[in-house]
């Protein structure tokens, strides 16, 4: 059975995306470059991030897309692609054969309610503390857990567990 994914105008989606070696350290080492992908290709291809964590391997998000927006594919193959060309410009040495630095695909999951909301959102947030990165959701400079405790979502010393 092939997989199939789910296209809602307007739907909030949360996303795992891993590089191909998860041993390379791409996506913090270079997260200037990562930020730029994904600030060029929001401005042609505007989405709002509801949650965000960059670990050295992978990353997991949560996007809203306007009402009139389904296509969260095309939006991450030029992140990906924005995020391939400028390491390679400027690091050779990790990019993978073939020029390949990201898994093929991304993992996808359409929210379903306010309560599969919370439940994302959270994990993102503590997704640094799960991989050992850290033992305060606080000290992962990477996440937009950040930009929640001064919008008053979360405590400071907030841990999902």
Known sequence: MRYRRNYAHGGTYFFTVNLRDREMRLLTEHIRLLRSA???????????????????????????????????????????????????????????????IWQDRFWEHTIRDERDFKHHFDYVHFNPVKHGWVEQVSDWPYSSFHREVKRGIYHPSWNFY
Do not use: E
């Not at 990353?59 to 995020?83: A, G, Q």
């Open 38 to 100: 994904v600030a060029t290709v929001k401005a042609s291809h505007p989405f709002q991030i509801d949650a965000w964590v960059v670990l050295p391997d992978h990353l997991h998000t949560i996007w809203t897309l306007p009402n009139n927006d389904s296509d969260y594919s095309t939006r991450w193959r030029k992140i990906k692609k924005l995020f391939t060309k400028s390491v390679s410009r400027i690091d050779k040495r990790f990019v993978t054969a073939k020029g390949r």
